[in-house]
């Protein structure tokens, strides 16, 4: 499991890097992409099978949220609210322990 | 060669941020058991705070700087990515609220925001269809 991660991990990073170098867009954007392909494979079972196969390589991607997203409103249309409302907690979540690292090491650097 | 290099790394960097990912998901298994639905939900939680140390440290910078999309596509990039705009805001501007402002609003909101908006037309589309 941990090589078929590896190698999904890194297929799926390497792809994303060629797409950016050849149309040179800002890493912002290519991850809206990223987040819509996550969305748009869902319906196909895309994203399952290759969950199964390569485990985390899939799942720590930003791929993953679109996935959720769409899977979260399917569930929510189905009445059950409980994975949209987990799903925006842990975008939340991310922000703020981004904004407390961006001030932490704000601080760090500023000291040194 | 040029155009080879920074895929490779790419690909070294992202494939070892999944082997990291799969030793969380496998921990967070253990813990929880297989079924748990919290197994996802903490293992991105937890590569966000890794990648949160990693850029106090001064550390996800590097990584980032050797492995471009293979450090920005994991959940731990979009916690670092959110650290850097807001501090380099703060050290450009100066002021905390732009800072904010550019980190939330410009950087959250923006990918969040189309990409949640994409993923939900998709999901009802899929619900209707599928």
Known sequence: MYISAFILGGIICALFQVFMMFTKLDPPRILILGFALGALLTPFGMMDALGQWGGAGLVIMVMTAGNAVAGATVALLGGNPMPIIMIFGIFVALTIIGLGAGFLHWKVSKNS | ?130
Do not use: D
């Open chain 2, 1 to 130: 060669m040029n155009t080879l290099k920074p895929i490779m790394s790419a690909f070294v960097v992202g494939g070892l941020f999944s082997i990291l990912g799969q030793g969380l998901m496998v921990l967070f298994i253990s813990l929880l058991g297989g079924n748990s639905p919290f197994i996802g939900p903490l293992t991105l939680l937890s590569l966000g705070l890794i990648g949160a140390v990693l850029f106090i440290a001064g550390i996800y910078q590097k990584i980032e700087k050797i492995g471009a999309f293979g450090a920005i596509l994991p959940f731990s990039g979009f916690a670092a990515a959110v650290a850097g705009v807001f501090a380099g805001t703060k050290v450009e501007t100066g002021s905390w609220g732009s800072a904010t402002k550019a980190a939330v609003v410009s950087l959250v909101l923006y990918v969040v925001g189309i990409g949640t908006i994409i993923s939900i037309i998709t999901g009802v589309v899929a619900f209707y269809t599928v």
